[in-house]
């Protein structure tokens, strides 16, 4: 026996959005479904949502999880109480905490909220909803570069280059050595060899980097 999705992901409209006059962008051509709008891909109705839950923040001042959620599901058709302790407790905030519908970080868990409120379930991707954040125009945070792999893999890199030239520039000031200090040479020739490995393992993780994040469509 087949179950059938729910009618907001049906839709590709998982904050079920109400029809209205908004010409709200990747609107799927046919409008089979009286009540809600329907969308030709789950990212622009995620887009959609977002865009509103902006809205209400910067039209209405609604910047705590208690006031978007009671105007976006009202009482009279609603257990606005209930709902409003679901978000709360799928993102952790507390229901009158302030809010940016601005910041990623708070957007995309509220966001989240309503969707999985809505329709029993959040099947997205992180991808699918960073990529309809995106077009609302509220990107995520940027990595500080000394966190991100493939700048590590640059150190790694780099320490490796720079300490093999160390080598290089001590085994030029030992020409003059003694035989004595001579004796030292193999063990310095050794760990030119090891800091050239250790380069290649920087260079190797940096392209893996740059490898992984394409497949998970993050570049």
Known sequence: MTTQKPRGIRNNNPGNIRRSNDPW?????EQND???FMFKSAV???RALARLLITYQDKYGLCTIEMIITRWAPAVENNTKAYI???????GFAALQTLDMHRFEHLKPVLEAIIQHENGQQPYSDVEITKALVLAGVEPGQKSLQTSRTVKGGQVAT???LGAGGIEA???SLEPATTTLMAIAPYLEAAKWLLLVVTLIGIGVMLWARIDDRRKGLR
């Open 170 to 172: 001590i085994q030029d």
């Open 34 to 36: 009286r009540e809600f």
């Open 159 to 161: 320490a490796g280059t």
């Open 44 to 46: 622009y109705g995620i």
């Open 85 to 91: 302790q679901s978000v709360a407790r799928h993102t």
């Open 25 to 29: 962008q990747g609107l799927a051509k």
